[in-house]
């Protein structure tokens, strides 16, 4: 038995480790440009108004927590965390609506 196992510990130990996979990128990652001005808040080139960007925050910070849950195995805060998301996509998509009014209101004569 004892010989068994010492030809097993050799074996192993003579295995080249398993290299990591690489990243799979399509090049230098770089920050999204925030510029802030009279007309609101704009992410690359695109104005956002509150309700985009609380959506925004909401959207992200649920899915942080339903990752923390996932990865912690608690259903409860992974719920919780998918119910917060999907808050932040509708109050996104709420502030998306409001600026397409804002653009195509009608002029009174």
Known sequence: MTR???????AA????LPRPLPRATSGPRRPPVVMVSAEGVSLDGGAMN?????????????????????ATKDRK???EGWAEKQKGKVQEKIGEMERESERK?????
């Not at 068994?4 to 050799?10: D, H, N, S, Y």
């Not at 130990?13 to 080249?16: A, E, N, T």
């Not at 209101?105 to 004569?109: A, R, S, V, Y």
Request: without cysteine; charged residues 40%; proline residues 8%.
């Open 4 to 10: 068994l196992l010492q030809r097993l510990v050799r």
């Open 13 to 16: 130990s003579q295995r080249p």
């Open 50 to 70: 509150k309700d985009q960007i609380k959506g925004k925050i909401e959207e992200i910070k649920g899915g942080l927590k339903e990752r923390f849950g996932r």
């Open 77 to 79: 805060t992974q719920a």
């Open 105 to 109: 209101e009608p002029e009174k004569p």
